[in-house]
């Protein structure tokens, strides 16, 4: 399961196509079918791993009506496993992000990506697809906005 988070780090999981990050999920789901939960609706995909020999894991995908994901969310029980797959996620990436906050990253304004950190009970951050014009964008970078 690491390797396929870590491989959808650099280029992203966002635009990908939902029967491609199905078919991943798919492959774990099959391989481990006693640790993996899989919840599909019509615009989202809910992929749960639980097993006694890795921390647990969520992930959550949204796609936009043309199916390509635009958002996604991961989640663990531990602020130390928050902290190193979001190294992996700013660090491994072509997307080259700059924090804003200590709960917000924001790519390169062509990339239009924005990573939020969710620090409750389940330590979670966000990958999302932005829509800021040029102007917004620069305001947010000037001022260092919080979102």
């Given amino acids: 399961m690491v390797l ?3 491989g959808i780090f650099g280029q992203g999981v966002l635009n990908l196509k939902e029967k491609r990050i199905k078919k991943d999920f798919n492959y774990y789901a099959k391989k481990y079918p006693n640790h993996t939960q899989i919840i599909e609706t019509d615009t989202s ?5 639980k097993d006694s ?23 663990f029980d531990c602020d130390s496993c928050l902290r190193k797959f979001l190294k992996l996620e700013l660090h491994a990436s ?4 700059r924090q804003l906050s200590p709960t917000l990253y924001i790519s390169k304004y062509y990339r239009h990506r924005i ?9 979670t951050y966000v990958v999302k697809r932005t829509y800021f014009t040029k102007t917004e964008y620069d305001e947010m970078i000037r001022n260092k906005a919080y979102w």
Avoid: G, W
């Fill in 115 to 123: 990573i939020e950190l969710i620090l409750n009970k389940n330590y």
């Fill in 53 to 75: 020999t890795v921390r647990p894991m969520t992930q959550f995908y949204h796609f936009d009506r043309n199916h390509l994901c635009d958002s996604y969310a991961i989640s």
């Fill in 94 to 97: 072509l997307v080259k992000y």
């Fill in 4 to 6: 396929l988070i870590q």
């Fill in 45 to 49: 995909l809910y992929f749960s791993l």
